[in-house]
């Protein structure tokens, strides 16, 4: 299992980075590099892990669906999984759980949108904390790893998203 926590780790990691090539510095050719490394690392995590299938594929539809994958590097990301995953052919996913992450995900997108656009006030702090930090995700790996009495739903977000934020906060200190 701690392979499968530093594989999420190092995919949350790579996503931001990716974001970055792509939003921030322009590096197009080393953003689809990112993409299609995390990519790759996506579809072995779903090809050998019915949750990482799970989670993976109900985060990646719902950013879809919030339209976040927006960039050339995320496309590249996504073709890779599709085709490496098609190729080593073992993927299931429990359905329900995924729609679950599918409409946490999208969630999480619109109201962190929301949130980072001004639309924050006193009476919504609460809201606020959970869009500008994207916890919906969270909640719903709580959820479905106490429903399914399996915690990899939850660490598989958690550690997703410690490594995205990883990769945020070094980017961050990295541009001032």
């Given at each position: 299992?701690?392979?499968?926590?530093?594989?999420?780790?190092?995919?949350?990691?790579?996503?931001?980075?990716?974001?970055?090539?792509?939003?921030?510095?322009?590096?197009?050719?080393?953003?689809?590099?990112?993409?299609?490394?995390?990519?790759?690392?996506?579809?072995?995590?779903?090809?050998?892990?019915?949750?990482?299938?799970?989670?993976?594929?109900?985060?990646?539809?719902?950013?879809?669906?919030?339209?976040?994958?927006?960039?050339?590097?995320?496309?590249?990301?996504?073709?890779?999984?599709?085709?490496?995953?098609?190729?080593?052919?073992?993927?299931?996913?429990?359905?329900?759980?995924?729609?679950?992450?599918?409409?946490?995900?999208?969630?999480?997108?619109?109201?962190?949108?929301?949130?980072?656009?001004?639309?924050r006030t006193a009476a919504n702090k609460f809201a606020a904390f959970i869009?500008?930090?994207?916890?919906?995700?969270?909640?719903?790996?709580?959820?479905?790893?106490?429903?399914?009495?399996?915690p990899l739903y939850f660490a598989a977000v958690l550690f997703t998203d410690?490594?995205?934020?990883?990769?945020?906060?070094?980017?961050?200190?990295?541009?001032?």
């Amino acid at each position: 299992m701690i392979e499968l926590i530093i594989l999420f780790i190092i995919a949350g990691i790579l996503v931001k980075t990716a974001d970055d090539l792509a939003d921030e510095t322009g590096e197009f050719a080393l953003g689809v590099v990112v993409g299609a490394v995390y990519g790759l690392i996506f579809a072995f995590l779903m090809t050998e892990s019915m949750v990482a299938a799970t989670v993976l594929s109900g985060l990646i539809l719902g950013n879809m669906l919030a339209k976040k994958f927006d960039s050339t590097p995320h496309m590249v990301a996504l073709a890779t999984i599709i085709i490496a995953v098609m190729f080593y052919g073992n993927f299931s996913t429990v359905p329900w759980a995924m729609g679950v992450f599918l409409a946490a995900a999208f969630a999480d997108e619109k109201l962190h949108d929301a949130i980072t656009k001004g639309k924050r006030t006193a009476a919504n702090k609460f809201a606020a904390f959970i869009g500008e930090n994207r916890l919906l995700a969270e909640f719903a790996g709580i959820t479905v790893a106490v429903a399914l009495w399996e915690p990899l739903y939850f660490a598989a977000v958690l550690f997703t998203d410690l490594g995205y934020h990883m990769a945020a906060f070094a980017s961050k200190k990295a541009r001032e």
